[in-house]
């Protein structure tokens, strides 16, 4: 099953953002080739870069503060853990005690990096980054690839807190959610969502032996997916076709 995730608001946009880019960079850093190391760096780029609104800590330390209130209501409940409670309630201290105690704006310690400050200026630029423009970042490049690993690993540790609370926060709303099984007649399926309620994400997994994907729309009243395929790889047109699906809404 092919997992589709469609945000509701622009808060959630950005914690989803930022943690497939986090995924990219862990994945990147984990290889040895120096081009892998290089697309590493231009997507620390793209963090810094969506991670550079003034309110974004803000937000996450008060989005950490409302589930820590949440998920301390449920102690007391003989259905849920009190185990498994305690541990969320650990990871949501830690979080909000190393991003509260973490100096500065996001990854102000890369800008004293003046040779990568260079690079990120030339890094949009069609072969801006080639060696008689950037000799020293060559010669990063040809460093040994555990000394290119350690500089990388080095570089993300300001930004561990903030890829860390994104997790958590992201983990605990999709966990909020219930599937259901539903079927989109002749390619389209529509929901009313109840009055009252504010869901933040919408979770929707197909199969994709079925060939096709979901284009979503959505507010606080209703919901809309259209399936679309794409032909010869070529052009993208709208399914008739009934398919099931499952889809989560997330609160």
């Not at 589930?67 to 830690?94: F, M, W």
């Not at 890094?123 to 010669?139: K, Q, R, S, V």
């Amino acid at each position: 099953m092919i997992q589709y995730e469609f945000p509701f608001n622009e808060r959630i946009r950005t914690y989803l953002r930022l943690e497939h880019l986090f995924f990219r960079l862990g994945d990147l850093m984990g290889r040895n080739s120096a081009t892998d190391h290089h697309f590493a760096i231009t997507t620390l780029f793209e963090i810094l870069e969506v991670g550079a609104r003034s309110d974004l800590r803000t937000d996450v330390l008060k989005d950490l503060d409302k589930q820590k209130s949440l998920v301390a209501g449920y102690r007391g409940n003989p259905a849920i853990s009190e185990k498994a409670l305690e541990q969320v309630l650990g990871q949501l201290d830690t979080c909000l005690s190393t991003l509260r105690d973490q100096p500065g704006k996001l990854g102000q310690s890369l800008t004293e990096v003046d040779w990568l400050m260079s690079l990120r200026s030339r890094a949009n630029m069609p072969g801006g980054t080639c060696e008689f423009d950037l000799p020293a970042y060559h010669a990063w490049r040809h460093k040994d690839a555990a000394d290119r690993r350690a500089d990388l690993k080095r570089w993300i540790e300001g930004l561990l807190p903030l890829a860390e609370s994104v997790g958590l926060l992201l983990k605990l709303l999709r966990d909020s959610g219930v599937p259901q099984k539903v079927l989109c007649a002749g390619g389209h399926y529509q929901q009313n969502l109840p009055q009252g309620r504010s869901f933040q994400l919408m979770r929707l997994r197909i199969d994709p032996a079925l060939g096709l994907f979901p284009e979503v729309s959505g507010n606080r009243l209703v919901i809309s997916v259209r399936l679309m395929t794409l032909v010869d790889g070529q052009r993208v047109q709208s399914s008739s076709e009934d398919a099931p699906l499952e889809i989560t809404l997330c609160s």
